[in-house]
Structure formats: structure tokens, C-alpha cells
T-cell receptor
């Protein structure tokens, strides 16, 4: 099955720095989602994007739906220690209803924040 | 509290010994899925279910079985586990048609097959 490529694979940053990560696909998605996985937990939805070019914020997080519909970007501003975790992008074709479970996930970006 | 629960959270077993990982959700969701998470590969879907008695293969179904006899439960069955099934497994549920974004994940089951 298809996978989405995320980069970077891992990041070590200092508290207070801004973070950027991206996700690319060889095919088009009509919905892009960003999840965060805390250590020892399941992923939790952070941001959902539904329209090409859309820019959406959730606190210090900002995500963009790429204009080609083949990529998405996530930025975290002024990082804090609790930002540590693995960030996953996910795409959905949203072609037919009834395919709610057919999300394709990215390979993940592991974020470490040092004080 | 709305949640997805999985049991057990940790399991060490031996090759060939059948096991079942249970998953239950209390949100009356129609859609449920199983994923495995491996380093560098992210989350890959094993099986999914759109409703009771309706299941279908995801991207990596080989070596796994599922059943959906009740809406709330979606157990994952490994009939003859092998070491390459050592992984972190997540169950997830989604409300239904059109609600594909709100996928709620369980806490995970870490499986080691020796």
C-alpha cells in the first residue's frame, strides 16, 4: 500500500525554537490530517485540512494543505518540552463516503526538545 | 469517558501460539481499524470494519484475522504469530460516513513474538 513520506525523520531542537516538517505523496489527497503521538500513547488529531491552499492554526501549530494536493506542512512555533513526540501526517482521498477508515499515514517525524 | 480500550497493553509470546488482542469503543462508532506501527514505516492499516459483520483488508493483512460481531468490539487475531509480527498495534474508531477525520486511537498493544 501507499505511504506518505515525511521529513525530517527526527529532529533535536532547543526549547523556544520553531519547527517545520512536511509530508509528500505521489498521489492526490483531498484531506490532510496531522496527528501527534505522545510516548506510550495512541495518536491524537491536531489539525485537519480540507481544501488545497488552506492554512489552519491550532495554538502554536500551523498546518498548510499544499496547492498541488500532494503535500502538507506543519509548523510549531516557540517549542516547549511537551511538544516531544512523534508527528504523523495522514491523507484521505475523500472520493466516496463509506471509506472513512482508509487513511494513509506518513512515516512520522520524531521531535525531541532540549531545555 | 469516550475512549478506545485495548488489551493487553503488553504481550510477549512464542512463535505459533495463537493470540487475540481485544479492542472496544464506547462511542457507538461504526468504523473501526487496526494498525501496526513500526520504526521508519509509520502506521499501516491491517484491517478495517465499516459496521457489524463488515470487514475488509487494509494494506498489511497477511497473518491477521478480525471479526466484528458487535458494534463496540473489534478483536485482532493472530492464528500463528511469527517474529515479523513483533510490533506496536493500535485500534482506532471513527463515527461513520463523513467523519473520517475524527479517528480515535486506543493506547496501543506492544507485542513481542519470540
Amino acid at each position: 500500500g501507499q505511504q506518505l513520506n515525511q521529513s525530517p525523520q527526527s529532529m533535536f531542537i532547543q526549547e523556544g525554537e520553531d519547527v517545520s516538517m512536511n509530508c509528500t505523496s505521489s498521489s492526490i489527497f483531498n484531506t490532510w490530517l496531522w496527528y501527534k503521538q505522545d510516548p506510550g500513547e495512541g495518536p491524537v488529531l491536531l489539525i485537519a485540512l480540507y481544501k488545497a491552499g488552506e492554512l489552519t492554526s491550532n495554538g502554536r501549530l500551523t498546518a498548510q494543505f499544499g496547492i498541488t494536493r500532494k503535500d502538507s506542512f506543519l509548523n510549531i512555533s516557540a517549542s516547549i518540552p511537551s511538544d516531544v513526540g512523534i508527528y504523523f501526517c495522514a491523507g484521505h482521498p475523500r472520493i466516496n463516503t463509506g471509506t472513512a477508515s482508509k487513511l494513509t499515514f506518513g512515516t512520522g517525524t520524531r521531535l525531541q526538545v532540549t531545555l | 469517558e469516550a475512549q478506545v480500550t485495548q488489551n493487553p497493553r503488553y504481550l510477549i509470546t512464542v512463535t505459533g501460539k495463537k493470540l487475540t488482542v481485544t479492542c472496544s469503543q464506547n462511542m457507538n462508532h461504526e468504523y473501526m481499524s487496526w494498525y501496526r506501527q513500526d520504526p521508519g514505516l509509520g502506521l499501516r492499516q491491517i484491517y478495517y470494519s465499516m459496521n457489524v459483520e463488515v470487514t475488509d483488508k487494509g494494506d498489511v493483512p497477511e497473518g491477521y484475522k478480525v471479526s466484528r460481531k458487535e458494534k463496540r468490539n473489534f478483536p485482532l487475531i493472530l492464528e500463528s504469530p511469527s517474529p515479523n509480527q513483533t510490533s506496536l498495534y493500535f485500534c482506532a474508531s471513527t463515527l461513520g460516513t463523513g467523519y473520517f477525520d475524527e479517528q480515535f486511537f486506543g493506547p496501543g498493544t506492544r507485542l513481542t513474538v519470540l
